[in-house]
């Protein structure tokens, strides 16, 4: 058995997650941006379809990406270096996770419910949430969207219309967090496209160690539609 939050019950000890489904923790609460906050300092993360109720999540191992480890494939360092694309930052938030919550081909549905999608366009406009997208000849091609607090960054989902968009979001992201010091990228659950970007998986009791060292940096939330796109094009 799992608990049962209300509105105020405190999550759970990590350690009582379930080993199937690997890192179910707990199931109920709401998604109010005080809630989804606490849950990613805490290296929990929601996961659930449209119409179950709200599950939260920290599995073991845990999968995560150091930035000064992305893989760049020769194929997409030659995309990078040929620049017939352009990287924003949080230029459209709303587009990305749309992009993101569309049903993927072969799968039925989407667990990016209304709900979520709510929820962290409530994220975004407090600064917490941000987009990276790739632009191919003024279309919107792929991004990815996720949560920064401290210095971690917490993906949450990616997409692509074109080859190699969405890794072109991931190449932006990193560079922008390596030059603002950030030192993690949580991917949350094991992919062989994640691995393939350098990706790794590690045990969640070294996470939460990690999430301890970096999540209490000095943080100030605002949009990142500044953010140079420069650093990315000589990263390749």
């Not at 990616?158 to 990228?185: T, Y």
């Amino acid at each position: 058995m799992i608990p049962w939050l209300e509105h105020d019950t405190p999550f759970p000890p990590l350690q009582s997650a379930l080993g199937e489904p690997n890192g179910l923790l707990a199931a109920g609460g709401d998604l109010s941006p005080e809630r989804l906050l606490d849950a990613y300092r805490h290296g929990i993360f929601p996961w659930f379809s449209e119409g179950d109720p709200i599950l939260w999540w920290s599995p073991d191992p845990r999968m995560i990406l150091f930035p000064a480890e992305l893989k760049i494939s020769r194929s997409l360092g030659k995309t990078l270096r040929n620049r017939s694309y352009e990287a924003r930052f949080d230029s459209a938030f709303d587009e990305v996770v749309a992009g993101c919550a569309a049903p993927r081909k072969g799968e039925p549905g989407t667990w990016i419910s209304g709900a979520m999608i709510e929820a962290y366009r409530g994220l975004h406009r407090l600064g917490y949430a941000h987009s990276v997208e790739t632009w191919i000849d003024g279309d919107l091609a792929g991004g990815l969207y996720g949560v920064a607090i401290g210095r971690v960054f917490f993906g949450e989902s990616m997409f692509s219309r074109a080859r190699d968009a969405s890794k072109i979001a991931l190449a932006a992201l990193v560079a922008h967090l390596e030059s603002a010091g950030f030192g993690l990228i949580d991917c949350q659950m094991r992919t062989p496209h994640l691995e393939t970007l350098g990706a790794r998986e590690i045990p969640r009791r070294r996470f939460s160690r990690l999430l301890e060292e970096l999540i209490h940096y000095p943080h100030s939330p605002g949009s990142w539609s500044g953010a140079s796109v420069a650093q990315v094009q000589c990263r390749s």
